[in-house]
């Protein structure tokens, strides 16, 4: 099973910062990558899909990058309605999620 | 609009087989491409994978869990059951059904609301 590692597992910035995620896959996923926002007491929703493409409707503020093994999920310019945590999940083989980025504002 | 919605019991016993079915509108799982996806959180975790079905009725599994999983599918309801055998406490989790479409390769973009499952005597 591929495994997904998440850092950090927590962070806590200010409104209008740059935040930025990464994640690394245990082997080669090329971009086979997606991330998901999850709001407390909500279901997740998809941001980002192949490490760098924007879903339909998600504001540009959000962005991905990477392939291979390792990826980066960046929030610039950080708003209050942005605090959730946040997963990358693989599908080159079945399907993984990381541990989970809880982002809090300060 | 495409929408889904899971329902099944709130509370089960250790040993108990769960059923929660997965209804869903504004799509087919008749429709090439198509497909539902079965995840789960237990309380303050990750999420977990757990099973996936397709429009061609194939179906794909957890490899830790697959002995104790069975999906299927009735497209004329517009549903998706996902049955899971022996459960204990350490499935206590919110369970969420999704769609994989055929706008993305293989992204989970819509989800339904989740449904809680406590398993306890």
């Known amino acids: 099973d591929i495994q997904m590692t998440q850092s950090p597992s927590s962070l806590s910035a200010s409104v209008g910062d740059r935040v930025t995620i990464t994640c690394q896959a245990s082997?080669?996923?090329?971009?086979?990558l997606n991330w998901y926002q999850q709001k407390p007491g909500k279901a997740p929703k998809l941001l980002i899909h192949?490490?760098?493409n924007l879903a339909t409707g998600v504001p540009s503020r959000f962005s991905g990058s990477g392939s291979g093994t390792d990826f980066t999920f960046t929030i610039n310019s950080l708003q209050p309605e942005d605090i959730a945590t946040y997963y990358c999940?693989?599908?080159?083989?079945?399907?993984?999620f990381g541990q989970g980025t809880k982002l809090e504002i300060k | 609009q495409v929408t889904l919605k899971e329902s099944g019991p709130a509370l089960v016993k250790p040993t108990q087989t769960l059923t929660l079915t997965c209804t869903f509108s504004?799509?087919?799982?008749?429709?090439?491409?198509?497909?539902v996806t079965w995840i789960r959180q237990p309380p303050g975790k990750a999420l977990d994978w757990l099973a996936r079905?397709?429009?061609?009725?194939?179906?794909f599994y957890s490899t830790s869990l697959k002995t104790r999983l069975t999906i299927s599918k009735d497209t004329s309801k517009n549903q998706v059951v996902l049955t899971m055998t022996n459960m204990n406490p350490l499935d206590t989790a919110t369970y969420y059904c999704?769609?994989?479409?055929?706008?993305?390769?293989?992204?989970?973009?819509?989800w339904g609301q989740g449904t809680k499952v406590t398993v306890s005597s």
């Open positions: 999704a769609r994989i479409g055929s706008d993305y390769d293989d992204a989970f973009d819509i």
């Open positions: 504004g799509f087919s799982l008749n429709t090439i491409g198509m497909r």
């Open positions: 079905i397709d429009w061609d009725d194939d179906k």
């Open positions: 082997q080669d996923i090329s971009n086979y």
């Open positions: 192949d490490a760098s």
């Open positions: 999940q693989q599908f080159d083989d079945s399907y993984s």
